[in-house]
């Protein structure tokens, strides 16, 4: 690669820099600037009813500084500015913000695009570095330092001639291409701006230090920030700001960094939309912060109505694995995610159940999941689905959560072989309606099967021992199996050895189903591992009654190692064949 080509980017000497101690304990101010910086870098730009739709959103969401757009870009930009101020669309505590370039005629109309405003701020900015100077302006630091003057000094008298009093008028400069500038020449046309304009007590002026082109590491920009805002005079009447780009994919720790170093505001798109690689993605710097503990102040709590209206506005999709909005970003497809995730959900619910409290309001410990999906008005639903990756855990989630069966651990470690052998063998993901068809067939098909070994034909509890008696039809021959014991385990235990073929219940578990896709309220599942001719298989039965899902169990076992390995004699095979078309384990 030709590295020659390019050059390192400069360091910023201060070593004794403090931003590295400093944390960010508020949310700083935000401005969206979607409907500028973002749709001037769209294939298509916005039309006004998507404006509309973004501006409405941003408000929504609590942004308070909204950069509305470039009036004197075009018709569409200045009707836009008209239409939200003519339809009194901007709430009380909103203040829109226009950009101009500092050239008379673009500043007169951008000044007029904002009469009968509320609270507006014009932005203007010229490009300071030195190539923009040498190559764009033509000029010497001077002449580009009095671009800067001129055009502060014009912006006054036009919102003075323009708006007078009806407006509560605002300032920003940014002196563009910041990173790429000088830091003393910076700070000279940053001072020369604020000597027109006077900031002081209740008369704010934005200083807006962009890293128009992302080229440093985010350390460097913290530097650059932190000596800014050392330097500047009348300190106190300057609202930092910082504007990063994501050149480099870390516009968003620059933003962070800005922060820690001084900067009292950051200007940034939904989702990271923007010219190149984009601007920094204010939802992912909000969703940064509540993930530490910090309000943002934007309301996040539903992010997928967030990310579908700007992506109808820009025309542009959401990475799937887009920081806190992607499809897949609350999604574990591997085992040992899936396990822990599990476990750290129950440990939570078990937690809230023992007083804990709510699991909404409960301290967030999960992990691999940096925040609750729910706090975005995401569900647990997605959090683990299956493939060829996929472990027990999260099979037994997904059979749990979508179709409320809570297997015991070693039918889990059974039942996920069986799932992972259909990952493997498509090499797809196994849905979770596809997880319950698979444990359908495995487990209860036998049910439907044209012969299976062992039906039940009936049961009841016998007279004298309180003991239990069950009718079946093993191999076609009828059987009366009488057991007794503690409990129900127990009684089939003993009920079972009456079976023509060798059958031990080495275990059993039950609880009862509530309402979701393949249950229906008021009934159980019970699981039985037995040992059949000496293996070891589970079974599962689904029922209204607790006594007859119990012995369905065993026969789902019992019925499988019959079908499968023909290890018992089946008296119907020496009439009828194989039984070929028997459901498949
Ligand atoms: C980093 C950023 O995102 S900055 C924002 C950029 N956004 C946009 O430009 C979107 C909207 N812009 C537009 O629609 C158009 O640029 C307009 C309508 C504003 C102006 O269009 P035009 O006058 O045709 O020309 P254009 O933008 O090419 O202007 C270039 C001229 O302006 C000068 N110029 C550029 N930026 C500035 C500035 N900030 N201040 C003063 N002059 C400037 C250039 O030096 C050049 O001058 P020259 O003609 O003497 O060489
Ligand atoms: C106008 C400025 C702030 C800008 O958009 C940039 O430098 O990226």
Known sequence: MPAHRYRPYQA????????????IGKAPRWLSTDLRDGNQALIEPMSPALKREMFDLLVRMGYKEIEVGFPASGETDFDFVRSIIEGDAIPEDVTISVLTQAREELIERTVTSLRGAPRATVHLYNATAPLFRRVVFRGSREQV????VDGTRMVMEYAEKILGDDTVFGYQYSPEI???????????????????????????????????????????YADRMEWMSRSLSRREHVCLSVHPHNDRGTAVAAAELGVMAGADRVEGCLFGQGERTGNVDLVTLGLNLLSQGVDPQIDFSRIDEIRRTAERCNRMEVHPRHPYAGDLVYTAFSGSHQDAIKKGLEALEAKAAAGGGQVEDMEWEVPYLPIDPRDVGRTYQAVIRINSQSGKGGIAYVLKRHHD????RRMQIEFSQIVQGRADAEGHEVTPDQVWRLFSETYLAWRQAPRPYLTVVGHKASDDAGGLVVEVSAGGVPVTLTGSGADLFEALGAAVRGLPVDVQVLDMASHPLGEGPGTAGGRVAVYAECAVAGKVLWG?????????????AVASAVNDRTVNDRTVNDPRDQEAGPASDDPPR
């Open 12 to 23: 910023v000497h201060l070593p004794d820099r403090t931003w590295p101690e400093n944390r």
């Open 145 to 148: 330092r009095q671009i800067a």
């Open 178 to 220: 910041f990173t790429e500038t000088e830091l003393d020449f910076a700070l000279e046309v940053c001072e020369a701006v604020m000597d027109v304009w006077q900031p002081g007590e209740g008369r704010e002026i934005i200083l807006n230090l962009p890293a128009t082109v992302e080229r440093s590491t985010p350390s460097t």
């Open 405 to 408: 069966l809570d297997l015991p």
């Open 540 to 552: 599962a039965g689904i029922g209204a009654d607790p006594v007859l899902a119990a012995v369905e």
